[in-house]
């Protein structure tokens, strides 16, 4: 009698709680059901500042008028393109730097490790300067890799995407316990073959979770896209192409929502693949 | 994660203590050599520009005109001109109130009270304000921005919803840029402290909290005297990861309002974008992402320090 007299606050207090949580969520939720629902209206509807919370007639247009924009579909393969490259290339040799700061006692190995945190929470956005000059000059020599090119951004954001990655990948490969390295030794596998054939697929988790880290925060990038692409609007990523619908006082919305949508798509589905994933390895990297 | 920390066999231990696993040429191949490239392009595109920040804040450099192809080490002229411009300290002190702002009461103390609100939440709950809140992070920086432009704007939502009280609408990002630019920041960046605390409030065990209750101690006052002294090593991680983040924030800031109007949301690293490539000042810019840098190098050596201290490195 009493348990029952007291779980039942208890259990209005539970969905009080989880209702509230639930009404965040909604609150967090609301702007992002705004930009799919202006890119759903009618321009027409847009325009005349219609601020119904739906729409009865929902039209495509605004996606049109984004995909047939000159170029559209261009942006879009740029922007995987470097996204992608980004996350073979950085995962590779985080994988590699992780691998050796792990299975290997030498005397650089705290200073490496103290390196790559501190490179992590270096603010990259300050040094926007000196890697436009860094990349004009690297330009001269080759030039796919210098201004204008897909390459610098490539370069530029491998680089940024490693420290994290390092410090990632470190939790997982030392969690592989040191003795299956002696079983495959004595089994015959040299360390390559170890490293490929039992150590990565055993971090694959891990690998996943950077890979899909550097994707985001590649695909996410604007400010080196703006800085670096200059002239050559052929090799300009989507955040740019999507700006070009944002003009001030004549903002086309439905344009810059569609446009947004279609830029958040890829994104999203990375993210919900390996969310669980992300937000364990994320806490693991934040505990250090 | 245990088994690393098993104890090592003694010949690994003998091998330890002499700083190397395997002596030798071929000892020092095998962990340079996947070092390698990660060492490279970090040297290249990390230390390398820090490097040249430090040089160019002494110089003249310019994207064109004289000083372009003829850069001269000017001293300590751009610092000078730095402490004398009132649009740096502008920039500074919008910069802090962004950081405090959004960072340090919104998104800690936000993020800090959804992680409380998820624990011990049905499944569904928690995984669904999970993948909302995480989702808004994840979200391009142009995107957040665009959206929030849409909401504060004219015809914004915001003022839809203040007409039906009977406010008067007004364009959010002109009236108060600088609160816009906060509000959209702390929407966009508390997952990160709801995340780093929801992994702290794991490792509080139950039973301290439950003796705190039945000993009569309130809600609030287990979170004051239990929950929060025994998770304050997670805050402090919080609070340095998220002004680390914070102190860069460019784009979002960018595309919502360019700064203005006027310079009335002009933050440092807006500032330093516009000194560099809208007027060609490299030099200026550069003094001005120094003095971020060296901030950033401030607030990144205390958390280094912190966890040296305790053994994580």
Redesign the interface.
């Known amino acids: 009698m009493t348990a029952a007299c007291r779980s039942a606050p208890a259990r209005a207090r539970g969905w009080l709680l989880n209702g509230t949580g639930l009404l965040a969520a909604l609150v967090v939720a609301f702007p992002l059901y705004w930009m799919v629902l202006s890119a759903l209206k009618p321009r027409a509807a847009l325009e005349a500042g219609d601020a119904l919370p739906y729409t009865t007639e929902p039209s495509l247009d605004a996606f049109v008028r984004v995909l047939s924009v000159e170029g559209f579909g261009r942006y879009f393969v740029n922007s995987l393109v470097v996204a992608l490259a980004v996350v073979g290339l950085s995962t590779l040799c985080a994988f590699l730097a992780a691998v050796a700061l792990t299975r290997f006692r030498f005397r650089l190995r705290t200073t490496l490790l103290v390196t790559v945190l501190v490179a992590q929470m270096v603010p990259v956005e300050a040094l926007t300067i000196p890697l436009f000059f860094l990349l004009r000059n690297l330009g001269g020599a080759v030039p796919a890799l210098g201004l204008n090119h897909l390459g610098s951004l490539i370069l530029v954001h491998t680089a940024f995407s490693i420290p994290f990655a390092i410090w990632m990948l470190r939790g997982f490969v030392g969690a592989v316990p040191q003795e299956l390295e002696e079983a495959a030794a004595i089994d015959g596998a040299g360390s390559f073959r170890f490293v490929a054939r039992i150590l990565f697929p055993l971090v694959a988790p891990g690998v996943v979770a950077c890979g899909i880290f550097s994707f985001i925060s590649t695909w996410n990038d604007f400010l080196f896209a703006q800085t670096f692409i200059i002239s050559a609007s052929e090799n300009q990523t989507l955040p740019i192409a999507v700006l070009g619908f944002f003009r001030p006082d004549e903002n086309d919305w439905g344009g810059i929502m569609a446009g947004s949508v279609l830029m958040t798509v890829p994104v999203l589905i990375f993210f919900i693949a390996v969310q669980r994933h992300l937000v364990a390895g994320l806490a693991g990297a934040v505990k250090g | 994660?245990a088994?690393?920390t098993?104890t090592?066999p003694p010949a690994?231990a003998r091998?330890?203590r002499t700083?190397?696993?395997?002596p030798g040429r071929r000892?020092?191949a095998?962990?340079?050599v996947?070092?390698a490239?990660?060492?490279l392009?970090?040297i290249?595109?990390?230390?390398?520009?820090?490097v040249?920040?430090v040089w160019?804040a002494f110089t003249n450099a310019a994207l064109t005109g004289a000083a372009a192809a003829n850069t001269e080490f000017v001293g300590f002229e751009n610092f000078q001109n730095l402490l004398a411009d009132p649009a740096v300290w502008n920039a500074t002190v919008l910069t802090l109130i962004f950081l405090f702002g959004s960072a340090i009461v919104g998104q800690n103390l936000l993020g800090l009270a959804?992680a409380l609100?998820?624990q011990r939440?049905?499944r569904v709950?928690?995984a669904?304000?999970?993948?909302?809140?995480?989702?808004?992070w994840?979200?391009?920086?142009?995107?957040t921005a665009?959206?929030?432009?849409?909401?504060l704007g004219r015809?914004g939502?915001l003022n839809?919803a203040l007409a039906a009280l009977g406010l008067p609408p007004q364009n959010w990002m002109y009236a108060a840029p600088i609160f816009a630019v906060i509000l959209a920041n702390i929407?966009k960046g508390t997952a990160f402290s709801m995340?780093?605390y929801?992994?702290a409030l794991q490792e509080v065990p139950p039973d301290l909290k439950e003796s705190a209750r039945v000993d009569g101690a309130s809600g609030v006052q287990t979170l004051r005297h239990v929950t929060l002294p025994l998770i304050r090593r997670?805050i402090l991680?919080?609070l340095i990861?998220i002004t680390?983040q914070t102190?860069?924030v460019?784009?979002l800031i960018?595309?919502m309002t360019g700064g203005g109007p006027g310079t009335r949301s002009e933050t440092l690293?807006v500032l330093?974008?516009e000194q560099?490539?809208d007027f060609g000042h490299?030099g200026y810019?550069?003094a001005i992402?120094?003095v971020?840098?060296a901030v950033?190098?401030l607030?990144?050596a205390v958390?280094?320090r912190a966890?040296?201290a305790?053994g994580?490195?």
């Open positions: 994660m088994s690393s098993l090592p690994a091998a330890r700083g190397s696993a395997r000892g020092i095998r962990w340079a996947p070092l490239p990660a060492v392009l970090l290249m595109f990390v230390a390398g520009p820090i040249w920040s160019a959804l609100l998820m939440r049905n709950t928690r669904f304000v999970s993948t909302v809140v995480v989702g808004a994840v979200l391009p920086e142009t995107v665009f959206t929030w432009a849409a909401f015809e939502s839809t929407w995340m780093v929801s992994a997670s991680t919080n990861l680390l102190l860069q460019f784009t960018y595309i690293p330093m974008y560099a490539f490299l810019g550069t992402a120094l971020l840098l950033a190098g607030v990144s958390y280094v966890l040296r305790e994580s490195v």
